[in-house]
């Protein structure tokens, strides 16, 4: 009803209008229903990373002692409480501590008076080594000359001895005998012997009787001393010689080694001294840790910032409690001062941190509230892996963002663009394995048909010029690409603007 209202002149391009728009609707139906057209445009290559954000500045704790191990709590404060600087955070219990440095202390004054007389020791034993050695040597001499004279004149002489002793008893028994038969053959001429005579040879008898005895004793004596007594002890002197030679020999080793001993004994001393000494002084380096103060205002949470991530803080809770145990050379809590600027951290795959460069501009978009955009720019790239394979980035946040911590995001960076160029979608284009990209060109006509192409040992079937049933079919061609962007491939060479290109299924 309202287009006859107009002149007749505009009903006319009304109509011509609708037909053109019929055509080019019908057109646009084949293009996308059967094939891709080669146009002129812009094609983009962006990349898109998962982000947490998290401060710039934060200040972790940390307890890194050198000698006290055992930190229990006292009084500790809550995940996010607000502090103020030098406001205790962490108090720990001191009682045992104290202890051990009283104990050290009463050790250090007891090792330096035992170490004082160790000194007095070792200077004495210094001065009396030299004249204890002498003493032994001379020692030793005086019994290489006792042992030389015994062998060269006392038992020759006690061996002469004995020998003169049997000889003397010997000699004693025959003059006694031999007088008895003197007396026995002068009185037997006498007829009448008188009895003083009598009395006289008795005697003589008895003398005789009593020399025989005392030669057979001696000869006995002689024999034992001679083959058992006098080798017996010329054997133990000799024994006693060598066992003293022994003797003194090893205590000249042995005063030496005393000495060395207590030289050792005074330098063990000493190290033990210096050892507690530095032990006390690393003690009291410790006290610091018992108390941990806030180094700015902001606000204290359990866990720590590592590869991008906030991570810890379940296990610090666990602990984080009156009679709880602090752990050691670990970061388990955290000081994010007011003042400090928030970043996006990312954790990048291999495959787009090649094609991520430092200074990379972007948009980060909030996951909590996609209408929430900032502007950003990559200050870091990791040059190692993290331990999952994936490269930490940071992002910067241009201008002064207050942003709530851990919140996620998406940065979305813009990392190639060629303006006005001839673009296909990608769907029109399959890579072979050896590199080449082709397209399959749809030729309605057959002198608008290009050249076809291809590589070597292709089928050479699909190639050959269609007939006129087959003129719709597509023709394998290699095309030159550039830039590969998120939805379309830049056009170097092979094709022209306008060509219809079959999809490829994918």
């Known amino acids: ?44 290559k962006t990349a898109k990373l998962d982000a947490v954000i998290l401060p710039e500045e934060s200040f972790p704790l940390k307890l890194a002692p050198q000698e006290w191990t055992d930190f229990i709590i006292e009084e500790c404060l809550a995940h996010g409480t607000r502090v103020e600087e030098g406001q205790v955070l962490i108090k720990a219990k001191k009682d045992k501590y104290d202890q051990k440095i009283t104990d050290l202390t009463q050790q250090i004054s007891l090792d330096t008076l035992s170490l004082e007389l160790l000194q007095k020791e070792l200077e004495d034993m210094e001065a009396l080594t030299p004249l204890q050695i002498q003493e032994v040597e001379e020692r030793q001499k005086r019994k290489e000359v006792d042992h030389l004279h015994f062998m060269e004149k006392e038992y020759p002489r006690l061996l002469e001895n004995y020998t003169k002793t049997l000889e003397g008893s010997e000699w004693e028994y025959k003059n006694a005998q031999e007088e008895l038969e003197q007396l026995q053959a002068m009185y037997e001429e006498d007829d009448l012997t008188e009895e003083t005579e009598e009395i006289i040879l008795q005697r003589a008898k008895y003398s005789a009787e009593l020399s025989k005895w005392r030669y057979e004793r001696a000869k006995e004596d002689h024999q034992k001393i001679t083959e058992i007594s006098l080798p017996r002890r010329l054997e133990d002197r000799k024994l006693s010689f060598t066992e003293s030679t022994f003797e003194n020999e090893e205590k000249k080793r042995s005063i030496p080694r005393l000495l060395e001993q207590k030289r050792i004994e005074v330098k063990q001393k000493e190290i033990a001294l210096e050892c507690n000494k530095e032990s006390l002084e690393k003690l009291e380096r410790d006290s610091s840790f018992f108390e941990l103060k806030s180094p700015a205002d902001g606000t204290f949470y359990y866990g720590m910032i590592e590869n991008g991530l906030w991570q810890g803080a379940t296990t610090t809770e666990k602990f984080m409690r009156t009679g709880g145990k602090l752990v050691l050379e670990k970061n388990f809590a955290c000081l994010i001062p007011d003042d400090a600027k928030m970043q996006a951290f990312a954790q990048v795959e291999p495959d787009v941190v090649g094609i991520l460069k430092k200074g990379q501009k972007g948009i980060l978009t909030m996951n ?8 950003i720019e990559c200050s870091m790239i990791g040059e190692a892996p993290l331990a999952n394979g994936k490269f930490l980035a940071l992002f910067k946040l241009e201008g002064a963002i ?52 291809a590589e070597e040992g292709d089928d050479q079937k699909e190639l050959e010029e269609p007939s006129s049933e087959q003129k719709q079919k597509a023709k394998k061609r290699l095309v030159q690409t550039g830039l590969f962007g998120d939805d379309y491939v830049e056009i170097l060479e092979d094709l022209k603007e306008g060509e219809l290109l079959e999809r490829f299924k994918k």
Do not use: H, W
Not at 11 to 35: E, H, P, Q, R, Y
Not at 409 to 426: F, H, Q, S
């Open 1 to 44: 009803m309202r287009y006859e209202r107009n002149p007749p002149a505009c009903n006319l391009t009304s109509k011509i209008s609708m037909k053109v728009i019929c055509i080019l609707a019908s057109l646009l139906c084949f293009s996308s229903v059967n094939g891709q057209t080669v146009e002129r445009g812009d094609v983009i």
């Open 368 to 375: 909590y509230d996609r209408g929430q955009r900032y502007p």
């Open 402 to 453: 207050d942003l709530p911590i851990t919140y996620t995001g998406e940065c979305n960076l813009l990392i190639a663009e060629e303006k006005d160029v001839l673009r296909v979608p990608e769907k029109a284009l399959t890579t072979l394995p050896n590199g080449n990209v082709i397209a399959r060109v749809l030729a309605p006509k057959e002198n608008n048909e290009l050249p076809a192409t």
